[in-house]
């Protein structure tokens, strides 16, 4: 069984989630500041027996925030039942680990009809002065700093969430009963920490603002509170009544979860579920869906009506993600379809593991395909760019024009001499420095060229745009594929851009907003193609909009 990835349109809300098994549905909620990611090994367990759906909760992962202000345990759990209604599930078990076990055993609570039982890892049960002092110290702000040291905070901060209960705590009488994360687990923690920002408090202090054991005489469903050694929740048991379902479970999280899953079939729910929907549009903003290519997932966004016309197809700069267009492609308000390349931002990788422009070609055309695309204008951006190019050497046929923003072309000499310079080592290390080789790979990039070199001669005659929000938000794509990161660099640097390029039977238009990255590299491009338009723009949304639809008109 394979698990797969989903979105889902919940009027103005978008919800993630992923699948895996057959069977009655179990619903199951990650604990803060996580996502559904570190749910898998559970689920996979759980999809013996059932459908496992594991949903990123409002505010984490990639499912939108909540509307509410703020937020409580209880909106969480009729969200959860919405979500539920829109994948046609008639009734689920539920299972949470810590702000996730609050929503199951409140979905029981407020949902009994829909709900077959609740099976907790660690529900939160917090004193009144305990739930108060974690409300006020253990959710501190997430701010990006100039220096990344944000960075290196939230790695230690994430660890010692691990070594210490509460995090806060740091003497012997709260030292945690169990290992500490090592390097893939907790890069995976802080990424999911970015990936809430600032806002992974407001479903974090839910949790701790909920009822707790005051919900119990209201549960009229089933609810097995269970507790492993080494949890952080483990010493609660004692608190709980007599009259409460009470598990200890084994430490051994694979052994717990077959535990879990035989407790979970004891009341199994009626019903199966339904196959997975495609989600819908939302006003203002991209359709976000999973296709296809290959045999592996590809994140793609759309915009407007695909099938009236030739759309225009977005090859982002990788490493990166569409996520980071999502501005331009709203505001773009033609036909627009966006994808991740495989292994960068949400796209899985190729079964090879291939990088390079070729291999983001045949996703472009992949996706196309997907979707029922035959032929299209394709636009890209850097290293999207060099993705566009290769789409158009491939597919002649189907390419109708190419659109170039800020090329990264150099040299035969320096593509020899930079490839295997340019990326630093990201591989997730124990002290987190990983994370600040990339900040400042990339924040050096803004100040010289090569951003290595800083020499005098070498820095960038341009404004910096170097502010620590647009390093985060950048940073934040990049950090989830650290395998990727080194190989796509090298690839696309040694690709010989100009040659290719020079053999291009298309129109060629040539797009360059003040202060990109790769501006510099646009002499080289304009000798091989000196007939292209080029069409120069701020650094600005409104100013590119502008020049692609110029770019398209011409």
Known sequence: MKLTRHFLTIGNRRVHYTRIGQGPAVALLH????????????????????????????????????????????????ALAEALAALGVEQASTYGRHTGASIAVEYARRHPDRCAMALTDGFPVFTAKAAEERLKKYLLPLVPEWDGSHLVWLWYRYRDQHVFWPWHNQSLAFRADTDAPDPEFNHRGVVELLEAGDGYRIGYAAAFRHAGLAVLPELHVPVCFGNRPGDSQHRTMAAYPPEAWVQEMPRDPLAAAAAERAILLRHPPRGDVPPAPMATPIAGRSTTNYVDVGGRQVLVRVVGDIHAGPPLVLAPHVPGASALYEELLGALDIPTIAFDPPGHGESEPREDGAQGPEAWAEALWGVCDAL??????????????????????????????????????????????????????????????????????RRDMGLWFPWWDRRLETARAVEPRIEPERLQAEIRQVAKNPASFGPAWQALLAWPLQERLAALPHRVVLLEAENDLFGQCMPLVQAVRPEASLLRCGDNVPDKVAVIRAALAG
């Open 372 to 441: 029922g695309v035959p032929a299209a204008h394709l636009f890209g951006h850097n290293a999207g760019a060099s993705t566009v190019v290769a789409a158009a050497t491939a597919r002649p046929d189907r390419a109708l024009s190419v659109l170039l923003a800020a090329p990264i072309a150099l040299p035969p000499r320096l593509r020899a001499e930079w490839a295997p310079r340019w990326a630093p080592d990201v591989t997730p290390v124990w002290d987190g420095s990983h994370l600040l080789r990339m900040w400042h790979m």
């Open 31 to 78: 604990a803060s500041p996580c996502s559904a990611k570190v749910l898998q090994p559970v689920q996979e367990v759980f999809a013996g027996s059932f459908t496992a759906l594991a949903f990123d909760t409002p505010g984490f992962g990639l499912s939108d925030l909540l509307p509410n202000d703020p937020p409580e345990i209880e909106d969480f759990a009729d």
